[in-house]
């Protein structure tokens, strides 16, 4: 039952990804003001203090790759991608008319 949960989280990943993503940047730049804050209060300069931050939390885009690496199902991602390019590709290419009888 958790494998077939799983699988349908990750499926509702794939229809609102933009929406989760930006909530995931929101949460994450929270947690790296709030490691600031930390750091500045300790003694470090506000420079020193945001790249101690993003080191601590593994960089910002490492942390949002392992995060859609997680929530995503790659085979099922992969496919609607290749889909869109293919459609993207069949756009460009102008209709010729089909062979006269």
Not at 23 to 39: K, R, T, W
Not at 60 to 88: G, I, K, M
Not at 91 to 101: N, V
Request: net charge positive.
């Amino acid at each position: 039952m958790r494998k077939l949960r799983a699988v349908l989280v990750r499926l509702r990943g794939l229809l609102h990804r933009r929406r989760e993503d930006e909530d995931f940047a929101e949460e994450l730049q929270s947690h790296i003001q709030m490691h600031i804050e930390d750091n500045v209060r300790s003694g470090m300069s506000p420079e020193q203090a945001r790249r101690a931050a993003l080191l601590k939390l593994g960089g910002v885009e490492a942390t949002t790759q392992a995060y859609r690496d997680r929530n995503a199902l790659p085979l099922v991602e992969t496919l609607w991608q290749d889909l869109r390019y293919t459609l993207r590709q069949l756009r460009k290419i102008p209709a010729s008319p089909g062979p006269r009888c």
